[in-house]
């Protein structure tokens, strides 16, 4: 069993930052790709960021060098620090991590969401 809980959405003003963690735990055995997607009201989930196992990342063109995604390792946990946020930046986000369990079986994972809203 594996579990991805997210958490540090909320209420923010237009240019404020917010900080989001996901904490991946259960029978794992590694966590290869983790990525932060997010979702507004009438449209499609969208990828927002990723970062390999190694630390490659990536980003979408629309948070480039306002948004930053981290990880730690030693304690299966993703960041997202979100800068300069803009009242279109308002969704619920999502963590999705791929996974091999102990069972040396691999699959993506989810996150149940945290709402992130910035008000202009």
């Known amino acids: 069993q594996v579990q991805l809980v997210e958490s540090g959405g909320g209420l923010v003003q237009a240019g404020g930052s917010l900080r989001l963690s996901c904490a991946a735990s259960g029978s794992i055995f590694r966590i290869n790709a983790m990525n932060w997607y997010r979702q507004a009201p009438g449209k499609q989930r969208e990828l927002v960021a990723g970062i390999t196992n190694n630390g490659s990342t990536n980003y979408a063109d629309s948070v480039k060098g306002r948004f930053t995604i981290s990880r730690d390792n030693a304690k299966n946990t993703v960041y997202l620090q979100m800068n300069s946020l803009k009242p279109e930046d308002s969704a619920v986000y999502y963590c999705?991590?791929?996974?091999?369990?102990?069972?040396?079986?691999?699959?993506?994972?989810w996150g149940q969401g945290t709402q992130v809203t910035v008000s202009s």
């Open positions: 999705r991590a791929d996974i091999t369990t102990t069972r040396l079986n691999t699959r993506a994972y």
